[in-house]
């Protein structure tokens, strides 16, 4: 008992040093020119490319980020240009086209007296079904078959988009967890799940990719959390930029939740950007979707 109260005091005595000794501390941030921000993603399944072109900004300031108005953006598509992109309000830039799967583009921003630039390769359309898994059982579980392709290396990302909040309040927002028994998952954002039918949860997304898969065929459940009806399933195969970037913006956030815990350990993941001569992302995709509702 005295051991046990010894250590007691000189754990409290070191969280007294520890919080007790805090002071102001000067940060000395370099001015350094803003980077163009450009985000802009390829959908097969849109008749519109929208593009996204901001400044950086540093970390103290207090303002919005600053838009660009006045860029020019042309898109190519295996080396021919397709066409530029027309400004419509604050940083956004759209270009009226339906890109095609497997095919290679170039993206070139041209922009107070800066040039960025960025390519990537649409994956081949993906081939999958989406439907419920038991429409007898009591929660809803979503069942996706799908047929991997064995000419390229393809990248996997599995959710739902539905509703939260009350009647008269409702807004539209992705599945906070996902529910599911697929083992070959990556596991960079899951958690054992003991208590029920799935062993696993996963926070907003389920990726995999084909390296780990056994065969070609793959059959996979899920089930979606914190979102209602109307709700779509959703599966999606990108390219490998946009795969970079979603795992290290989920990992950021992770990184962020976690330094709100004590003691406080943060090290901030750094977000992928394949943009050259700025940042942002640049990346593409196919998918498969289905929308399901209250019956």
Known sequence: MLLRNTLRIVLILILI????????????????????????????????????????????????????????????????????????????????????????????????????????????????????????????????TMNDSTEEENYYWVSAIGYRGAEGNRYKDIAGLLYSNFEYADDFNRNLYQDGYFRFEYSYYLRFTDFELPGNNVDLIVYPQSIGYPLEVFLLSTDYHLDKYMKSSILLQQMETDAEEMPIVYAPFPSYSNINGGTGIFGSMTSVSKQFTRN
């Open 17 to 144: 040093v520890e919080f007790g000794c805090i002071q102001n501390v000067n940060l000395n941030l370099d001015k350094k020119e803003p980077t163009l921000v450009l985000n802009c993603l390829l959908d097969t399944e849109k008749d519109t490319i929208t593009a996204r072109l901001t400044k950086t900004r540093s970390i103290e300031s207090g303002h919005a980020f600053e838009s660009i108005t006045n860029a020019e953006i042309t898109l190519f598509e295996e080396g021919d240009i397709i066409g530029d992109f027309s400004w419509i309000d604050s940083s956004e830039y759209i270009l009226a086209y339906t890109v095609k799967a497997g095919k290679t583009y170039r993206i070139e921003v041209s922009a107070e007296k800066r040039n960025v630039w960025a390519e990537t390769t649409i994956p081949s359309q993906v081939k999958a079904t989406i439907d419920y898994a038991d429409p007898e059982f009591p929660s809803p579980h979503y069942r996706i």
